[in-house]
């Protein structure tokens, strides 16, 4: 008997919900959804090993940049990124060791990925990308006496771990050593304060480790509009205003320590606008508006050889 629901639908036919092809559909539909989430909550749970969802992160404890640490939970996404970092960090250690108990070292480089694309690599990975970035500094200094020593993304804390415990400064006697550190705490949300107290314990660390013939240049934090550039502007200028601030008093007592504003040339207002947090990035010399072009670095080592010779 046929019932009176749906009213003058004919016997034979069925709701469109339940025909063939809407089945089909709203499978398909269900399965990328389920997909979806089972890959997005993969992603998100691979924080060192450790089945945990992306927001819970904040259990690790917080880094401090003024104390050595190596990489953490807290500074790396997943298990994948924190391995790479150790053994990108045993290759600069043995970089190094071929340099201990050897003359001719005149320029050290420690620092992060700014200083790292120099040798073409980016957590320690060889990339096209650097080619040209390479060329340029290969090119600035042809003789074999410079050593460049950084890993993309660290802060101060993971340089002063690296120069320490890592073992990346000891028996080092470079005649200049250049120290560019600290964009990278900024983008971690540190205030100006917490990395110029890591900046300084940098210098710290390093003069107590190399011999005291050996000259620091310290380079004021390059700009930044990474993310947020109004922001990031004025937090750049308040701690280079602090940066120059420490120089000068160390300056005054001897402490071999020659202040760096190289990265005054990548903006369009190269004095008041930088000390203030108002400039624009020169894109031709800052495509990313982060890390310097091949004619970024060209202009940066070079006016590295001009704080040496003015030494």
Same mark, same amino acid.
């Given at each position: 008997m046929c019932s009176t629901r749906g009213g003058n639908r004919p016997a034979n036919s069925r709701p469109i919900l339940f025909t063939p092809f809407a089945i089909t559909v709203v499978s398909l539909v269900a399965l990328f959804i389920f997909l979806n989430e089972r890959r997005s909550s993969e992603h998100s749970d691979a924080i060192l090993g450790i089945t945990k969802p992306k927001e819970e992160?904040?259990?690790?404890? !917080?880094?401090?940049?003024?104390?050595?640490?190596?990489?953490?939970?807290?500074?790396?996404?997943?298990?994948?990124?924190?391995?790479?970092?150790?053994?990108?960090?045993?290759?600069?250690?043995?970089?190094?060791e071929k340099w201990v108990g050897r003359q001719g070292l005149k320029l050290?480089?420690?620092?992060?990925? *700014?200083? =790292?694309?120099?040798?073409?690599?980016?957590?320690?990975?060889?990339?096209?990308?650097? %080619? =040209?970035?390479?060329?340029? @500094?290969?090119?600035?200094?042809?003789? %074999?006496?410079?050593?460049?020593?950084? *890993?993309?993304g660290d802060q101060t804390q993971h340089l002063l771990w690296r120069l320490?415990?890592?073992?990346?400064? =000891?028996?080092?006697?470079? =005649?200049?050593v250049h120290i560019l550190i600290g964009t990278n705490n900024l983008g971690a949300g540190f205030a100006p304060i917490?990395? @110029?107290?890591? *900046?300084?314990?940098?210098?710290?660390?390093? !003069?107590?480790?190399?011999?005291?013939?050996? !000259?620091? *240049?310290?380079?004021?934090? @390059?700009?930044?509009? @990474?993310?947020?550039?109004?922001?990031?502007?004025?937090?750049?200028?308040?701690?280079?205003e602090m940066i120059r601030e420490y120089w000068k008093e160390e300056d005054g007592t001897g402490g071999g320590i020659t202040l760096a504003q190289c990265g005054r040339a990548f903006v369009t207002d190269e004095t008041k606008g930088f000390n203030e947090g108002a400039w624009r990035v020169k894109i031709p010399l800052m495509p990313d508006k982060l890390h310097p072009s091949a004619s970024g670095v060209k202009l940066w080592m070079d006016c590295i050889k001009a704080q040496m010779r003015n030494i």
């Open positions: 992160k904040k259990s690790f404890p !917080r880094e401090s940049p003024s104390v050595p640490t190596p990489r953490t939970g807290w500074s790396t996404r997943n298990i994948e990124q924190l391995s790479m970092w150790m053994e990108c960090q045993r290759k600069l250690r043995w970089e190094k050290l480089l420690l620092g992060d990925s *700014i200083t =790292e694309h120099l040798t073409g690599a980016s957590v320690g990975v060889v990339s096209q990308r650097f %080619d =040209e970035v390479k060329a340029a @500094f290969d090119s600035s200094f042809e003789d %074999d006496t410079t050593l460049a020593l950084g *890993i993309s320490g415990e890592g073992g990346e400064l =000891e028996g080092l006697e470079p =005649e200049f917490g990395a @110029f107290e890591g *900046i300084k314990a940098v210098v710290d660390l390093v !003069r107590e480790t190399v011999p005291p013939s050996t !000259r620091i *240049i310290l380079e004021e934090i @390059f700009p930044r509009e @990474f993310r947020n550039p109004s922001q990031e502007q004025e937090k750049v200028a308040k701690v280079n």
